[in-house]
Nanobody, 115 residues
Framework: QVQLVESGGGSVQPGGSLRLSCAASGSIFSIYVMGWYRQAPGKQRELVAAITSGRSTNYADSVKGRFTISRDNAKNTVYLQMNSLKPEDTAVYYC?????????WGQGTQVTVSS
C-alpha cells in the first residue's frame, strides 16, 4: 500500500509562483512514475507533468516553459515548480504514482490564481 501526502497549494496572483510537493511512503521500490494531474470545475482531469525514475519528463503543452517537475528518489518525493501562473491554471492538483500496474492518488490540493 502506498500513501501520498501533498503540500504547497494556495492562492497567488497572476505571474506568481508556487511549489507543490508530494511525498510517497509504503511498500514501494525504485522503479515507478510520478506525476501531477489537475481538474478545474466543469473540466476533465488532465495530465500536467510526469517524471520517471530515470528523470525523463513529459509536460502538457499548456504548461511547457512555465512548470518544472523534479524528484528526489532518496526521499520518494516529487515536486512541481510553477512559475508565471495564469488564471487558467486554477484547479485542484493531484499527485499520482504509478507502480506495478496500479495508480495511487493524493488527496488533492487547491491552486487558485486570481487578481
Amino acid at each position: 500500500q502506498v500513501q501520498l501526502v501533498e503540500s504547497g497549494g494556495g492562492s497567488v496572483q497572476p505571474g506568481g509562483s508556487l511549489r507543490l510537493s508530494c511525498a510517497a511512503s509504503g511498500s514501494i521500490f525504485s522503479i515507478y512514475v510520478m506525476g501531477w494531474y489537475r481538474q478545474a470545475p466543469g473540466k476533465q482531469r488532465e495530465l500536467v507533468a510526469a517524471i520517471t525514475s530515470g528523470r525523463s519528463t513529459n509536460y502538457a503543452d499548456s504548461v511547457k516553459g512555465r512548470f518544472t517537475i523534479s524528484r528526489d528518489n532518496a526521499k520518494n518525493t516529487v515536486y512541481l515548480q510553477m512559475n508565471s501562473l495564469k488564471p487558467e491554471d486554477t484547479a485542484v492538483y493531484y499527485c499520482n504514482l504509478h507502480f506495478l500496474n496500479r495508480d495511487y492518488w493524493g488527496q488533492g490540493t487547491q491552486v487558485t490564481v486570481s487578481s
